[in-house]
């Protein structure tokens, strides 16, 4: 495989007190500020500037979340289209999900946010600085993903945790098992957080597995949450559980969920029902109902996901 390509130039950066800020080096123009309350735009030496011209900060803009796709466009393969004039914006703490058959698009737009694939056209910003600005380790650090496949490593139950922030400590490790609905079942196990993980978790059941990898995300404790399809495979008692766990997690975090079960995102701040790289519909649970559209028909059973 051929190593990717990184050319972007804003880091993240601590700032004190546990905040974080994207720093931009001197001289970058990196996006359009104007959805920020106090920053208007990036001025022509890279620093944040207010709409009088006024410099507000040297090079730093808060992480806060702010995710959106400006007329998008992409191909896997030239000439054949997977997103289509794609637009839509995630505020800080809002929760997006998207909804549609397989091959819609779904995990593609995630797949962009992490800049695994570059955009044809268009642009994706994030807290107003375009994606492709930004470096990749540290635009991919500050997303946590948990996916319907869940991979553990060799070492023991709170090592794998720990993988989320390679220098939590135990208290920290154990507190990202309570918010994710997992400290009681591993205090259950024969040695508890030291027992060891084998064969990628063989030992341990489906729900098992995916409690964990909500808990190494919630010890990251990352401003900005991918969950696709993360409880497709679980049966509905376990899912209950996990739907607990990520709900904690979800709580003041920017959220793109992906679900093939309706009853996981009735709560959501905005669903988009994709079509062939499309959004066709958009608005809550009760806004799409009222639609008596494509939602409506697969909420009543008219239609199914496939």
Partial sequence: LKPEVDEGCVELVQTG???WAWKIPEGQGVGTYGHLH?????????????????????GLVPLAGDVRFHAVDFSYVPGTRVLTDLNLFAKPGQKIAFVGSTGAGKTTITNLIN????????????DGIDVK?????????????????????SGTIAQNIRFGKLDATDEEVRAAAEAACADS???????????PVTADGANLSQGQRQLLAIARVAVADPPVLILDEATSSID??????????M?????GRTTFMIAHRLSTVRDADAIMVLEHGRIIERGTHEELLAQRGEYWQLAHGLKELD
Avoid: C, N, W
């Avoid at 600005?133 to 490593?153: E, M, N, P």
């Avoid at 509905?236 to 766990?245: N, S």
């Fill in 17 to 19: 007190d546990a905040a």
């Fill in 38 to 58: 106090d920053v208007a735009a990036v001025g022509e030496s890279g620093r944040a500037v207010a709409a009088d011209g006024t410099e507000l900060v040297t």
């Fill in 115 to 126: 800049r695994f694939y570059e955009v044809d056209d268009g642009e994706i910003t994030y």
């Fill in 133 to 153: 600005h930004i470096a990749k380790a540290s635009l991919r650090g500050s997303l946590g993903i948990v996916l319907q496949d869940t991979h553990l490593f």
């Fill in 185 to 195: 079942f591993i205090r259950r196990l024969p040695q508890g957080y030291d027992t």
């Fill in 236 to 245: 509905t008692r376990t899912e209950k559980l996990i739907e607990r766990g």
């Fill in 247 to 251: 709900d904690r997690i979800m709580r």
